[in-house]
């Protein structure tokens, strides 16, 4: 008889947290958080892990997409395994097959008759775990105003956009929440802008472009995530704009969202992206500490997890690109209790496990050379051009020398590249970066001016000593 041992949660949590991390792009991860909770009860079985999902399509879409990662999440896990399985569980597929309290009738998957498939929502992406902040107020308040008369305010479409891990889907998917919640008569689409393009293309390959335009018109709250998925494609965007217009037409409520505010979309027709500005165009910004110190906190008690006050203050410190990342951290940190309960968490460990992170943001967070030439620039009250200049008088020299001496400093590039970026040779951005350390270390004077312009570019100035 095969040996079963039923994985309590812990390794899958560890799993789930190697695969994010071996996914290269913010679409597959995306893609993973809608997919993952659809498995269930994982188990090692001999040297197989089994894994239960509801439905054969669900065998044989998460075997090509995830088996492998999986097996070699599992093996950095230091489990010996060589096979990862999905299988259907009876039980599961009763279950699935009744929509969840909050997805009612529009969300299956298994699209009703006439009524487009909508792709599922995260059961907690809703307004009440939410956390708002200065980053987001307005983007929130939009979200609010939308979910309570969806097509009646005049935020109609509601762009949202913002960089990545901020908070779109979440803030996209609490207004189909809202509105499920208090009017399950009404049809809600949440759908990715790749989906939506394969539907399309589908329809074009079986002819039935007319009942796609249909389906489409039905929908009452259309949310459409990730446009820029669609700004390059010249074909579909013909389509999308007369399905948007319909639906506008009919005061049907459009949400969308995109990493980019509508005039930067590339490869888009002008007539689409103006049309996208009529309604209400809001932008989510990067969280401030208090904010990212506030999500943690909502998080960790959300999860029921006991985690110090300092280390949650740590990790809002130090994790400051987007809210994702922050998350990542935390759920590091609550795996290492999770397998661990019996060592204390201290601010030593924390910082252990969080080493690639921080390292990851200060990448994230690297400056470009541009950027510091623009600063110095400013603060010396100079152009560019004569920072890039061959004029050697010494009111352009130190300037230029400064610029050369941050960019060693505060950036990741080599001498090679700098000195590509100043048009000189990487002896020369060397002696130029020598002649700065010399000098602020005698003038004073001088190193209060360097030391200003780093805090400008938003970095600590303790960074030079280093
Ligand atoms: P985006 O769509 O902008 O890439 P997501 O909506 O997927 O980002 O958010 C990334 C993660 O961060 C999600 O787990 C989400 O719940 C969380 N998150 C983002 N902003 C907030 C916030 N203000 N409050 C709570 N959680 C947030
Ligand atoms: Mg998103």
């Known amino acids: ?70 097996l070699e999440a599992l093996q950095a896990c230091g489990q010996s395994v060589d096979e990862v399985r999905f299988v259907v569980a009876k039980d599961l597929v009763a279950q699935q097959q009744q929509p969840a309290k909050y997805n009612r009738s529009s969300f299956q998957s298994t699209p009703q008759r006439g009524v487009p498939s909508t792709m599922p929502m995260h059961e907690n992406y809703t307004f009440e775990n939410f956390v708002k902040g200065p980053s987001n107020s307005f983007a929130h308040a939009a979200a609010t105003a939308v979910a309570k008369g969806p097509g009646r305010t005049s935020y109609n479409p509601l762009f949202i956009y913002g960089g990545t891990g901020l908070g779109k889907t979440h803030l996209m998917e609490a207004i189909g929440h809202y509105v499920l919640d208090r009017h399950p008569e009404m049809s809600v689409c949440y759908i990715t802008s790749e989906t939506f393009l394969n539907e399309y293309v589908n329809a074009l390959q079986n002819d039935a472009m007319h009942a796609f335009r249909e389906r489409y018109r039905k929908v009452d709250l259309l949310l459409l995530d990730d446009v820029q998925f669609i700004a390059g494609k010249q074909q579909i965007q013909e389509e999308f704009f007369n399905t948007f217009n319909s639906l506008l037409g009919l005061r049907k409520q459009v949400v969308m969202t ?58 809002a410190e130090n994790i400051r690109s987007h809210v994702r990342a922050i998350e990542g951290a935390l759920n590091r940190v609550v795996t290492f209790v999770d397998l661990n309960g019996d060592i204390p968490l201290t601010l030593d460990i924390a910082q252990h496990l969080l080493k690639d992170s921080i390292e990851e943001e200060k990448t994230i967070k690297d ?32 300037p230029r020398q400064v610029a050369m001496f941050l960019s060693c400093k505060l950036t990741t590039r080599s001498l090679v590249e700098i000195g590509r970026s100043f048009g000189k040779t990487h002896a020369t951005v060397y002696h130029g970066a020598q002649t700065i350390q010399k000098r602020i270390d005698v003038e004073s004077e001088l190193r209060k001016t360097v030391e200003n312009i780093t805090s400008q570019l938003g970095r600590n100035p303790s960074e030079l000593t280093k």
């Open 258 to 315: 995109s990493d980019v505010a509508p005039k930067d979309l590339k490869g888009c027709e002008e007539r689409l992206t103006g049309r996208f500005q009529q309604g209400m165009v809001v932008e989510i910004e990067s969280p401030s500490y208090e904010t990212r110190l506030a999500i943690l906190k909502s998080k960790a008690i959300a999860g029921h997890h006991l985690i110090p006050d300092e280390i949650l203050k740590f990790i």
């Open 367 to 398: 400056l470009t050379v541009d950027e510091i030439m623009r600063t110095v620039a400013l603060a010396y009250g100079v152009k560019m051009e004569d920072i890039l200049s061959k004029e050697r008088t010494q009111t352009l020299v130190t």
């Open 1 to 70: 008889m095969e040996e079963k041992k039923k994985d309590g949660g812990n390794l899958w949590n560890a799993v789930v947290q190697q695969v994010k991390m071996l996914l290269p792009t913010e679409i597959e991860r995306n893609r993973m958080d809608r997919y993952f909770p659809l498995m269930h009860s994982p188990q090692l079985e001999d040297n197989r892990y089994v894994i239960e999902v509801g439905e054969q399509i669900q065998v044989e879409m998460f075997t090509n997409l995830y088996a492998q990662l999986i």
